[in-house]
């Protein structure tokens, strides 16, 4: 699963370097480097407060760091035409509320806003896109459903299905898990290394170090706005680390089925 390296290596998608971001004269992301390659699933985990949204808002370009660079396709973030970065990239982040009750359609639908030519709104190939984002969210027969009545996991995949209705290159993702189920949890992350064999850049923020450990390429682990490990999840998910971030009362073992370890709490 991980990505190529040497001859081979994919390409870059987004680079950070050396980035900082400050709240109200609290610093909370301090000097991270980040590379996302076409085809990876690379991992945020970390603590709460340990800046993994924030560094995932700075890579989307919704905040702009105080120090540092952030490049998407090589070019800086803040260089791109808001359309034009839509085309690029797609950030779902962890709360989604619309301001009026649509159908589950129509809010998927509006991932193709960044397609649509002038005045005439024409995107030959929307409805098509559309469809095949429902399905591949197994939301297809939530379609006329206003999107207010669903639960929080039915609205989730619906708000997935909606970034990948924007065809992206790259895909940023927070919390994408927290109102699914196990099994659509699985389904999920799945889905996103199905999307990373299709040569897209997924990075996802969660707070599941075994969905993490399974599908991942890369795990980066973040404490205190500081990345604190690097690397495969073999790499990453070891005791020493997960206790220098969070602290004591997780045990790691090895995946009874897979060469990937499992992180569970102590008795």
């Not at 709104?121 to 429902?134: F, N, R, S, T």
């Not at 992206?168 to 999920?188: F, M, V």
């Not at 969660?206 to 399974?214: F, I, K, S, V, Y």
């Amino acid at each position: 699963m991980a990505a190529r390296t040497g001859a081979t290596e994919t390409p870059v998608v987004i680079e950070i370097r050396a980035l900082t971001h400050t709240f109200a004269t609290v610093p909370v992301v301090h000097g991270v480097d980040l590379t996302l390659r076409a085809g990876e699933v690379l991992a945020l985990v970390g603590p709460n407060g340990s800046g993994k949204s924030t560094l995932l808002r700075c890579a989307a370009g919704v905040l702009t760091s105080d120090q540092g660079t952030v490049t998407l396709a090589e070019r800086p973030i803040g260089g791109w035409r808001p359309m034009e970065r839509a085309r690029m990239l797609a950030y779902l982040p962890q709360h989604v509320a619309p301001a009026f009750s649509v159908t589950v359609r129509e809010m998927v639908a509006w991932g193709r806003h960044p397609y649509r030519a002038g005045l005439t709104a024409h995107d030959p190939q929307g409805g098509q896109i559309v469809e095949g984002a429902l399905r591949q969210m197994e939301v297809a027969h939530l379609a006329d459903h206003l999107f207010p009545t669903l639960s929080g996991g039915e609205a989730r995949r619906c708000l997935i299905a909606s970034a990948l209705a924007q065809e992206p290159r790259c895909l940023l993702l927070d919390e994408p898990t927290g109102d699914l189920d196990p099994p659509h949890g699985r389904a999920l992350f799945l889905h996103l290394r199905r999307l990373a064999g299709e040569r897209l850049a997924v990075l996802v923020v969660t707070h599941d170090l075994n969905l993490a450990g399974l599908f991942a390429d890369r795990i980066v682990l973040l404490t205190a706005g500081r990345v604190v490990a690097e690397g495969s999840p073999g790499e990453v998910l070891q005791a020493d680390l997960l206790t220098e971030a969070y602290g004591a009362g997780l045990v790691v073992g090895n995946h009874p089925m897979a060469p990937r370890p499992t992180v569970l709490a102590a008795p």
